[in-house]
């Protein structure tokens, strides 16, 4: 039977001193249990994706995050895979534990004009006067969103304020915005009221949280994950429809045979378009092929994404 890995998705904005204790003690913790992920780690909070093959393990892990960091309450995002999310643990100490480049501003902690999926969808499903901006990337985007979003085309969240400005959005509508699980909201709120909006809501919880208690309603597709997943369904389960392309990193649907060593990959579908790319399984096949097309070589892997 394989292994099943139990994962949690959370973040805080809490004022941290000590960081480099507090990534000791962390870091001593999640290896103890067993548990691998990504920690980013700041004197602003933190932000994490971890996971545990052992559910009890988890919920230990739980604990001891409430007890460093004295905290009542951490809004936890669960989710269980056959498939393990990530191969290691690893704390990763930024400036910004969500980049913006807008280091000073910084949430409370509090919450600030959140709606729980209940009155997302009621929003949703009974108004038509405001505009629905989804704050993530083109490539999360495109491979899921709630119907009507508009798609800002960034490739960071870095671009987010650039792109407020140039729309020009009337400063009087009502905005409704929302990411993956929550965090780039936190920060995006503030941005969108710095520029002048003041009718500004979020998802709290982001897409994670609405798909635990929303699935196949107002949200389409899948929601892209930043591990070995790629992507979560409906069901918050790992997709079985893309992958990552071995050419460029972003989610991949097009199922083809390497022409020159015929293993075969998912490649995306803006590769497929590019000659030197077309129909090879990585950018070492890519570039075998084009400088001796015609011949055949053995499959070599190439970096992982």
């Known amino acids: 039977m394989p292994k099943r890995h139990f994962i949690t998705a959370f973040y805080q904005f809490t004022p941290l001193n000590n960081i480099e204790q507090i990534k000791a003690l962390w870091t001593e913790k999640a290896e103890e249990l067993g548990i691998k992920g ?3 780690l ?4 933190f932000n994490s994706t971890s996971s545990a093959e052992n559910q009890e393990a988890l919920e230990i892990y739980k604990q001891f995050l409430l007890r460093l960091f004295k905290l009542e309450k951490i809004n936890f995002k669960d989710s269980a895979s056959e498939k393990a999310p990530f191969r290691r643990f690893v704390v990763k100490v930024r400036e910004e534990i969500v980049t913006l480049g807008t280091p000073e501003l910084v949430p409370n902690g509090e919450s600030h004009r959140h709606l729980t999926p209940e009155q997302w969808n009621e929003v949703l499903e009974k108004e038509n006067d405001y505009v629905l901006i989804d704050t993530r ?12 979003a508009i798609n800002p085309n960034t490739e960071k969240f870095g671009d987010f ?7 020009k959005i009337p400063k009087d509508k009502k905005m409704l915005i929302f990411c993956t699980g929550g965090i780039r909201c936190e920060r995006g709120i503030l941005e969108l009221e710095r520029q002048g909006y003041n009718n500004v809501y979020q998802l709290e919880g982001g897409i994670l949280k609405y798909l635990e208690e929303k699935p196949d309603q107002n949200f389409e597709g899948e929601c892209f994950v930043f591990d070995h997943r790629v992507a979560v369904d409906q069901k918050l389960q790992p997709t079985k429809q893309f992958g990552l392309c071995p050419h460029c990193g972003q989610p991949s649907a097009v199922t083809v045979c390497c022409k020159r060593c015929d293993h075969e990959t998912l490649v995306c579908e803006d590769c497929m378009k590019l000659e030197f790319k ?6 070492h096949c890519a570039y075998q092929w084009r400088i001796n ?10 970096p992982e994404y």
């Open 161 to 167: 304020p650039a792109f407020l400005e140039k729309e």
């Open 293 to 302: 097309p015609g011949r055949k070589g053995p499959h070599q892997a190439g």
């Open 278 to 283: 077309q129909d090879t399984c990585s950018k």
């Open 38 to 40: 990504l920690v980013i």
């Open 137 to 148: 990337n083109w490539y999360e985007y495109k491979i899921g969103t709630f119907k009507g």
């Open 42 to 45: 700041g004197k602003e909070g």
